[in-house]
């Protein structure tokens, strides 16, 4: 009988590659559900858990992504100043308004593990509310779904 082997990624196997992600007219639990994949590295066949196999992520158009159902006027964002009666509420559409890139990103990061590799998954995501952005040199791969 043989024993079967684990595979773990080496350094030296993990390549890392930059992608570009166009949100307009995208919805958002499911952009950001494929966004954490990527990022995990779960599309990969050197895929493990406990390891950053994932590649960089850079999403332009973050301003024009859209919801189901009445999320706009309902779904609220919470932060809380650690002082009596400093608790802030928003909805989306308020949030979407001043910092369209957070909604984003907070979306991924609750999709992401909540431990180091998580914060450390999360800094590979860059998040453009416009078309512009400045990572023209990596020549990323644009994904179009």
Same mark, same amino acid.
């Given at each position: %009988?043989?024993i ?6 080496? @350094?030296?196997?993990?390549?890392? $590659? #930059?992608?570009?992600?166009?949100a307009?007219?995208?919805? !958002? ?6 966004? @954490?994949?990527? !990022?995990?590295?779960?599309? /990969? $066949?050197i ?5 950053? &196999? ?13 919801? &189901? ?12 100043? @650690? ?7 928003? &909805?989306?559409?308020?949030? %979407?308004k001043?910092?369209?890139?957070? $909604? ?7 999709m992401?593990p /909540? ?16 078309? &512009?952005?400045?990572?023209? @040199? ?6 179009? #779904?």
């Amino acid at each position: %009988m043989e024993i079967q082997k684990t595979y773990i990624a080496k @350094a030296k196997d993990i390549e890392k $590659v #930059w992608y570009l992600v166009d949100a307009k007219d995208q919805i !958002l639990g499911r952009l950001a559900a494929r966004i @954490a994949t990527i !990022l995990r590295g779960k599309d /990969k $066949v050197i895929y493990s858990p406990h390891q950053d &196999t994932g590649d960089e992520v850079i999403v332009i158009n973050s301003k024009y992504i859209r919801t &189901t159902g009445k999320k706009m006027v309902q779904k609220t964002y919470k932060r809380y100043s @650690a002082y009596p009666g400093g608790l802030n509420i928003e &909805t989306l559409e308020t949030v %979407m308004k001043k910092r369209p890139d957070y $909604v984003i990103r907070h979306a991924v990061k609750g999709m992401l593990p /909540k431990n180091r590799l998580g914060q450390q998954l999360l800094k590979k995501l860059r998040v453009y509310p416009d078309e &512009t952005h400045p990572h023209q @040199a990596q020549k990323p791969k644009v994904i179009k #779904w």
